[in-house]
């Protein structure tokens, strides 16, 4: 057997970006409506003996209550996803959620199954029908343009991009990166993601934290070798000076400004581990690296975000696919109302 599991919230969303301001002849958006369907006629057409799922967000119950936490004890300042102020949603974001009802009533027309779980996002319920069908699969193939995904891949699991319209494959991802999918995951935890609020390392970008995955392979084993690193700095009793100096010192860091204006080291706290070690490193006192001694003072922050990027794959009770009827009539009138008639001709293809 062969499975299309589509990411649908991903999917809308860049469509509604794509074309904001699409409506039919009575001024109402469509822009979503033709999108979609014309993405999932794509999809058909390309894989046409592929079991297709759609799959919508829930909100993930887990990833919220780890955030508040975290939030409480000072290891980031928003709770996951909180950067997406409600009085600040852009336009397109806003005609998505008008139109997601009445698309979803419409995709229920052309028979293929729709799943959304309460308490867990669509990646969540993507990773848990991968692990469970891939051991008896011919093929799995995710559609989506969702990076996180990447920790998904395997020899019979491939991503697809139907807007860039690429592939992605196990081998891919290797020449392109140069370390296993499993480990997209350790890189997440150093860099974050902003797009989720997910704080990572301050001075850690992408390239930094996949230089360092490829060495050491996994996110603690990083911090194991920085920690033997400067061990010395700490038995040196670098972190009692700190403590000795009180919170004048800790300012000097704080305060701390580039010739650009910005602040060196942001986000540092004086209760933080290694804050010692840092001011010894910016006053030439010890040899090192500002990444290095910034990663093992936000370790906190490093266990969270991995934690918020793994996607949990153990959901009880998944459905089986259950394909239900078409519904021609009813999927020409949508079509009709929104002004979309041009895909009527391919209508038969959900048959």
Known sequence: MKYLLVDSNNLSCRICFAQPELKNS??????LHFGFFQSLINLKQKFPFHNILLVWDGKSKRRQIESENAVKEGIVPLVYKGNRKKDEIPIPLLNFYEQAPFLKRALNYTGIPQIRYNEYEADDVISAYTKNLKKHSEEIVISTSDKDYYQLLDSNVKMWDGMKMSEITVDTFKNNWGIEPKQWVDVGSFCGDDSDGIYG??????????????????????LDDYKN???????NNIDLNLRDGGEDLFTYLKEKISEKGRFIYPEITFDMPYTGVLLAFD?????????????????????????LKKMDDDIPSLPDFDKGPLNKEKLNEFFDFYDITTLKNAIDLFE
Not at 283 to 307: C, H
């Open 26 to 31: 009575d001024g109402i958006y469509s822009g």
């Open 201 to 222: 390392v301050p001075g850690w970008g992408e390239k930094t934290s996949i230089k360092a995955i490829k060495k050491y392979e996994t996110w603690d084993k990083v």
């Open 283 to 307: 006053q030439d006192k010890i040899n090192g690296s500002k990444i290095e001694i910034m990663s093992l003072m936000f370790e906190k922050r490093i266990r969270l975000a991995y934690s």
């Open 229 to 235: 690193k400067y061990k010395d700095a700490r038995i």
